[in-house]
């Protein structure tokens, strides 16, 4: 039994005699096409039977694979071979892959060599993607990703990296008749110095991670500068450092039930001139909002719940990312409006006033109001 093969294409016969029906695919300009031929048996005319990709190339073009089809007729192979003709047209040509220099390869080995190749986290086949390890002053480890140009090093690499500020590579001008220092060294270097200038940020969050109950991220990166932390009560604070000035006072959000944090708004605003720019973020909130953090240790021991701030309906904290949005003043318990409209809407005794629903929670019993979405 005898195949019928164009390039990598493979069609293979389904039954002994050669002239009935064949399948497989073929490979047309670096793209494969599945697909089935039954030949012309008198009064039947042949049929082609493709796959979605094939029937997508082949879209506006139903007369001419109509054709093509009745030029092959009964022969299979002659089929196939109009129809790779008739893709070879429609197809837009692949561009051709070029190899890279060899003085790429040889550049990023010898730079490799010579920071040592235990700061090499990643490296792709083609060795023009990279990423390496570097420490900052305090030991913290971070990862700078490098994409080197087809010359490289005669064009500079381009980089990428979790950092709270945006950051680019910077080269000076090459003097004439010689090449800018483009090198892995020169961009561990810059890295290096971007990393020194965002240290005091570093301190101050890793200082809210060390001694405070975070809730989120749960796995904060180098490049958020914001943490929320619990305070107790179902209630909690968004804080969010500013980059260039972390130590001054961060942009503040309380979230929770209004009989909690009104009393912390309201000392915030009375004791800002409290605030020392010496000190810690930390230890400024505490004195001004005159309250000491639940550490992390918290998460875990006895009444750890008094500290959760997920919807006490769907017990999750963000849904269609969304956070709870209300809060009941009697149990402080937090709710996703959405959540506490549906369970209110099926309480009988929950009356409506246009769009807002008067209940009772569903803890405490404590009159709760929500509004609905219109």
């Known amino acids: 039994m005898e195949s019928a093969e164009a390039g990598s294409s493979l069609l293979l016969p389904e039954e002994d005699d050669a002239s009935g029906p064949l399948s497989g695919y073929l ?45 092959g007729g009964a022969d299979s192979t002659a089929i196939a071979a109009e129809l790779t003709d008739l893709l070879e047209r429609l197809l837009p040509e692949q561009p051709a892959t070029t ?32 990423s390496l390890q570097v420490q900052d002053g305090a030991g913290r480890s971070h990862t700078l990703g490098l994409s080197l140009p087809a010359d490289y090093p005669r064009s500079p690499p381009r980089a990428a990296a979790a950092l709270p500020a945006p950051f680019e590579l910077q080269w000076a001008a090459a003097p004439s008749g010689g090449g800018a220092d483009y ?39 180098r490049d958020v500068s914001s943490r929320r932390l ?15 000035a972390p130590a001054s006072l961060p942009e503040l959000a309380f979230l929770g039930a209004e009989r909690v944090i009104g009393p912390l708004r309201r000392a915030l605003n009375a004791k800002l001139h409290l605030w020392e720019p010496k000190r810690s973020v930390r230890l400024n909130l505490e004195a001004v909002l005159g309250v000491s953090f639940p550490t992390p240790q918290a998460a ?3 009444g750890a719940d008094e500290y959760s701030s997920e919807c006490a309906v769907c017990y999750t904290y963000r849904v269609d990312g969304k956070v709870p949005e209300v809060a009941c ?3 402080s318990k937090p709710f996703h409006t959405a959540c506490l409209v549906e369970w209110l809407r099926a309480v009988p005794t ?24 219109g």
Request: with cysteine; net charge negative.
């Open 350 to 373: 929950t009356q409506t006033s246009f769009n807002r629903l008067y209940g009772e929670c569903p803890y405490c019993q404590r009159p709760i109001t929500v509004e609905a979405a």
């Open 27 to 71: 490979n047309v300009r670096g793209q494969s096409f599945a697909l089935r031929i039954v030949p012309a048996k008198p009064p039947r005319a042949p049929e082609l039977h493709a796959c979605p990709k094939l029937r997508a190339a082949l879209r506006g073009s139903e007369a001419a694979v109509e054709q093509r089809l009745q030029r």
């Open 329 to 331: 003043d009697g149990c």
């Open 230 to 244: 619990a305070l107790g009560q179902h209630c909690s604070l968004s804080v969010a450092l500013h980059v260039a």
């Open 300 to 302: 875990s021991s006895e």
């Open 99 to 130: 190899l890279r220099s060899t003085t790429l390869y040889e550049a990023v080995i010898a730079e490799l060599d010579g920071i040592g190749w235990g700061r090499l986290l990643a490296l792709n086949e083609a060795l023009d993607e990279l």
């Open 183 to 221: 090198s892995l060294a020169a961009a561990m270097a810059q890295f290096s110095a971007e990393l020194a200038r965002h240290q005091p940020l570093w301190d101050e969050l890793d200082d809210l991670d060390a001694h405070c109950w975070v809730l989120e991220p749960a796995h904060p990166t």
